[in-house]
């Protein structure tokens, strides 16, 4: 097995080539499979390329479809949870019916450090002054440590949820770790028609006017013929949380 966590530390060669035509070749491959059929596969392909593997979820809105078809091919994959101290409480309740409902053997939550929001957020309040830090110190520094064992992740990005993401491979390269993205070519119709068929808990903030759902600081609710995500860091020139970044 490659050990992608440290290829970045390593010239172009031609492991290197070998490695980016293989992705490629498995990203055509991706585009024909259903994304249960992706999750097995990739699972299946553990030993070969992708290594020791968790997913990540929000448990947001539409996380329920993720973590369901995981459950029915590994019920004891790891699933890492960000704590950033400012979820809904409803979020952390729905976190823990879906893990009753769904069968989840292993949900991890990882939390901020201590000595992080003593330094830079000791009132709580940055999210206000500044938002971008705020999501380096209660997510992406906590995402970089939780997934420290890791080689490789699923989450449940999808094409059709922002220009970003509409660009985005099945199978990325991200941070020296492969990216998986089982769900990238569903759109909103295709993940309630899911969430219907198979009788899907659902976010019980969405009955309350909520679309995407993260943080409460940084979260609102949506009007009709918004998009869903138009709650997320309302008025400020963001759309992401920085999560997902390049290589």
Not at 73 to 94: N, S
Not at 150 to 171: A, E, P, T
């Amino acid at each position: 097995m490659v050990d992608l966590r440290n290829r970045d530390s390593i010239l172009p060669g031609a492991s290197e080539r070998a490695l980016l035509r293989e992705i490629s070749d498995l990203n055509d491959l991706y585009e024909t499979l259903t994304p249960q059929e992706i999750i097995e596969d990739a699972l299946a392909r553990r030993q070969a390329l992708f290594g020791h593997c968790a997913a990540v979820s929000s448990f947001g809105a539409e996380s329920a479809v993720l973590l369901h078809m995981i459950a029915q091919v590994e019920p004891a994959l790891p699933i890492v949870m960000l704590d950033t101290g400012k979820l809904f409480g409803e979020t952390l309740q729905y976190r823990n019916q879906l893990q009753h409902v769904l069968g989840l053997e292993d949900i991890r939550s990882s939390y901020p450090r201590k000595s992080d929001l003593a330094e830079f957020d000791p009132l709580g309040t940055l999210s206000a002054t500044n938002p971008d830090q705020c999501c380096r110190i209660r997510k992406t520094d906590v995402l970089k440590r939780a997934l420290s064992p890791f080689d490789s992740w699923f989450n449940g990005r999808k094409r059709y949820q922002s220009d970003i993401r509409s660009v985005m491979s099945i199978v990325e390269r991200d941070d020296g770790r492969l990216k998986i993205n089982p769900l990238a070519n569903w759109d909103a119709g295709t993940i309630r028609a899911y969430q219907i068929e198979h009788e899907l808990p659902v976010h019980p903030l969405l009955s309350k006017g909520y679309g995407s759902i993260g943080c409460y600081p940084c979260t609102s609710k949506v009007k009709a013929g918004e998009d869903a995500r138009a709650g997320r860091w309302r008025g400020l020139d963001k759309s992401e949380c920085g999560l997902h970044g390049k290589g």
